[in-house]
């Protein structure tokens, strides 16, 4: 049997419509099949809800919605649903003190000590500083095992065993993935900006880009939350996670800039929908261009794309991946938390970019990702882009 090339079946499709008088949108038919595409992964997977987005030559040209915010109440997940998106939330540090760099009120290169107020050294290398560059690029040897939520975990002033934050290895000599860099970092934009950080990330990031989100519960509209479950592999069954939108104690006494930034977790804290998360991926395919402006020149938005380093394909809380859709070079993140899973990947040059949320799946794993956000990304590519 001879094979026919896919793109001759579609032309022979289209003038086979033509030829009898059908009217179709394309696009509306295209989207149909991503919708029953997706409609399908949901019921392989038993997966409680998910809410994608894709965006292709500059335009958000498909949303879905499908399962459940709500599992206990039976009510339905739309795409203007918010969801803590946990370790993409970085990129909107990163963007946010990126804008301080590139205003010449922060130095990449500047000891982090003097940005936050008290010594940051690994105690086995005293004599290298460690840099905003290698906090924003994980190569900075801080590593999580006294926690991040508190920064007195790393303040000798604070900690008797403050050392233990720092691996074995100089800084800038290894790569490991720390959540307490970027809530350092969020302390930092406020002590630079002298802007509490949940504001900040309103102001300048997500309001000249007409977003609806944030770090602080509080400031949000509950009933858009989709609540997020944990998945139990020995009973197989899922549990609400009642830690995703809990209001910090520290936001309720009182808040002290540049010290109580980790409440707001800009680790992995931010709320946004997937269309709206689309729309912020954008203005990263187009080097820190949006329809009104600039968020970033493009100096700095190329660097928080590129490779820091030989060690690992990670910038600033963006990375490279050859294994999420294969064949393809995608620049993004992922996040992992209380039982989400969310991606967001782009391919700057081809101009296409999908983000995928899901609030309760199992937690199983193919290339180095959630099994469920891959397939649901590949198979978005499949029917929308290729």
Known sequence: MIAIPQTQI??????FLLLFNFQFVSGD?????????????????????MSVAVVKKGKLIFTGAYGYRDV???????????????????????????QLVDAGKVNLDEDVSDLI???????????KIISLRLMLSHLSSINDSEGYFNLDVIDPNKNPNWMKAYSDYAPGDSFLYCNLNYNMIGAILERAS??????????LVLKPLSLYGGYDVTKLDSSRFAYIYEYNTDSKNYARSAGAYAVRSELKDGYQLGRTTPAFSPTGGMKISAPDLAKYMMM???????????????????????PASSKEPYGFALETSTTMIPGETLIGHTGVAYGLYSAMFFHPDKEFGIVVIINGCPPEYEAGYNAVIRKAVNRLYTTLIQ
């Open 10 to 15: 579609r032309k022979q499709f289209y003038l």
């Open 29 to 49: 038919m295209f989207a149909q099949s991503a919708s029953d595409v997706m409609q399908v992964l949901m019921k392989e997977t038993g997966s409680v809800g």
């Open 72 to 98: 206990e109440n039976k009510k339905s997940l739309e795409s203007k649903h918010i969801f803590r998106i946990a370790s993409i939330s970085k990129s909107f540090t990163a963007t946010s003190i990126m």
């Open 117 to 127: 107020g008290f010594s940051v050294r690994n105690p086995k290398f005293p004599d």
């Open 194 to 203: 002298q802007q509490r950080f949940d504001d900040y990330v309103i102001q």
């Open 284 to 306: 990263h395919m187009r080097m820190g261009k949006y329809k009104g402006g600039r968020l970033l020149s493009k100096k700095y938005a190329m660097l928080m794309q590129a």
